[in-house]
């Protein structure tokens, strides 16, 4: 039985962080809304409570019977959780003067297992304006900063150990916050740290075919790392009764679909390609508008894939890559939901088709189905691969689609993709890509006018894509590139490289 940490959500813009800083102690957990009714199983070996924008004193602020959970479990309240543990015990919270927010030195005042191996002025990350003016009685303060008395305290004379801390361990400022995160998890709650790629592929293998029995599953694959993890451990647990469609809409990168098609040969994966781009051309003619392409190549794209998927008799499950963050970010901390955010992965087809989800990688951050597909011998082009649009360069290619833009732009991306790799500058970038500008500009080659369009090269630096930098690639190689792009690709006589962030701007342009 996989031993299980429970968050607690109320809300907090850190809480992914702290299932993230978790899980990289090697234990599983799961984050649930607030309001979640809990199963006190032999799995559950504590619960973390987040933080939250909510104050403790505001009427309609979120709430949970702390006393009742310590009572079975090991607790660790984290900022709002910490302010809510001691207002339910009789401390006192308030909004005062001694608000906090960013870097602060840690004092400890006390030695003890949450803060063992920490360093006095260790460095922590505070963000609340409530704070703690009061400790309840029968708890201890374990740390204070400069501005706040009760940094981390606990609950004295309990069988179930209740700690609390009004920093955010779970970030990257807090210099030792995954150490004491780590302490709970070990020292405090017990866990093993058995949770691994290869203890969750044993588990999700067994848990595949129980799921599955006799049946087939049919799957829209992408090429993209979560469809092709996802694939792969449905296949080591059915074989060939997994039936994958890779369907050409005409938009990918240049060479990508038999190169796709290669890779998922050399996998073992049983996948048919379908080539579908002069359907898909012919849809887009004369559309310009972002939204209006976006629709077209979604419902193209469920035509074919329902058509392929007629051919496969006694299919009864649908795969999908659906990895966590695609749940929790649908589920509201204020009202459950189960609804997968509609533009996730194949949206549309679960609701159209009517079958039952396969979602092995629904438990998995990104970075975890990269870990997965290491050790499931998935090749590391494949897993390191930037992400790519849904609609592929035709968010790339402003205003109409055409197959002589197309080509343009493939030529135009492979050049700039192998040159990143040339220069061992690709793995330093979340995502890079060419756009088509939907302008022409005058240009001399030779003694020769040139009259042809602009291409403009994006390449951001992020962690999860939420918020991006533009990427500060180094002028020479720029210049290399915009050479060898004009030189190369016949229809293209001028290069820039945009440099906006996200936000105010997006990392796509349409």
């Not at 794209?301 to 966590?324: H, M, N, R, S, W």
């Not at 790339?396 to 991306?413: C, S, Y």
Request: hydrophobic share 40%; with cysteine.
């Amino acid at each position: 039985m996989t031993e299980k940490i429970l968050i607690l959500d109320f809300g907090s813009q850190y809480t992914q962080l702290i299932a993230r800083a978790v899980r990289e102690a090697s234990v599983y957990c799961e984050i649930v809304p607030y309001h979640h009714k809990i199963e006190f199983d032999p799995s559950l070996k504590g619960i973390i409570l987040s933080g939250s924008p909510f104050s403790v004193n505001d009427a309609n602020a979120p709430l949970v019977d702390v006393d009742a959970l310590h009572q079975k479990l090991p607790v660790l309240g984290v900022c709002y959780g910490a302010q809510l543990t001691a207002k339910q015990y009789g401390g006192r919270v308030d909004n005062s003067n001694k608000r906090e927010y960013g870097r602060a030195l840690m004092h400890k005042q006390k030695e003890d297992v949450l803060l063992k191996d920490v360093t006095e002025l260790s460095q922590v990350w505070m963000s609340h304006a409530d704070t703690i003016l009061e400790l309840p009685k029968g708890f201890d303060v374990l740390a204070n900063t400069d501005a706040i008395p009760y940094a981390a305290f606990k609950k004295n004379g309990t069988e179930q150990p209740l700690y609390c801390v009004q920093f955010h361990p779970e970030v990257y400022h807090s210099i030792e916050g995954k150490k004491i995160l780590k302490n709970f998890l070990v020292n405090i709650c017990g866990c093993k740290q058995d949770w691994t790629s290869a203890h969750f592929i044993t588990d999700t293998v067994a848990a595949l075919k129980k799921q599955i029995g006799d049946r087939k599953v049919i799957m829209a694959l992408s090429g993209g790392v979560d469809s092709t993890v996802a694939a792969t451990l449905i296949h080591k647990a059915i074989g060939d009764r997994l039936f994958g469609i890779f369907v050409d809409n005409g938009v990918l990168r240049k060479d990508e679909f038999q190169q796709v098609l290669d890779t998922y040969a050399t996998i073992g994966l049983n996948v048919k390609g379908i080539d579908a781009k002069e359907l898909f051309y012919k849809e887009l003619a004369g559309k310009t508008d972002p939204e209006a392409k976006r629709k077209v190549i979604g419902r193209l794209f469920i035509d074919v894939f329902q058509e392929e998927a007629k051919k496969v008799e006694g299919v009864g499950l649908l795969g999908q890559g659906t990895i966590y963050p695609d749940v929790i970010e649908s589920v509201s901390v204020h009202g459950p939901s189960v609804t997968i955010k509609s533009h996730h992965n194949v949206g549309g087809l679960p609701d159209i088709m009517h079958l039952e989800l396969v979602e092995p990688l629904r438990a998995l951050f990104k970075d975890e189905v990269r870990r997965v597909g290491a050790e499931l011998g998935i090749p590391a082009a494949l897993l390191n691969r930037h992400p790519f649009p849904g609609p592929g360069l035709a968010i790339r290619i402003l205003g109409e689609i055409t197959p002589e833009k197309v080509e343009l732009l493939q030529n135009a991306d492979d050049r700039y993709t192998k040159g990143l790799k040339e220069h061992n500058l690709y793995d330093q970038v979340w995502q890079a890509g060419a756009i088509l500008l939907p302008v022409k500009s005058v240009g001399v080659m030779g003694d020769e006018r040139t009259y042809e369009f602009t291409v403009a090269l994006r390449a951001v630096t992020s962690v999860d894509g939420m918020t991006a930098d533009w990427a500060h690639l180094p002028y020479d190689f720029l210049a290399h590139i915009s050479n060898d792009i004009i030189n190369n690709v016949k229809g293209i006589n001028r290069v820039v490289y945009d440099i906006s962030s996200k936000p105010p701007a997006t990392i796509e342009w349409e």
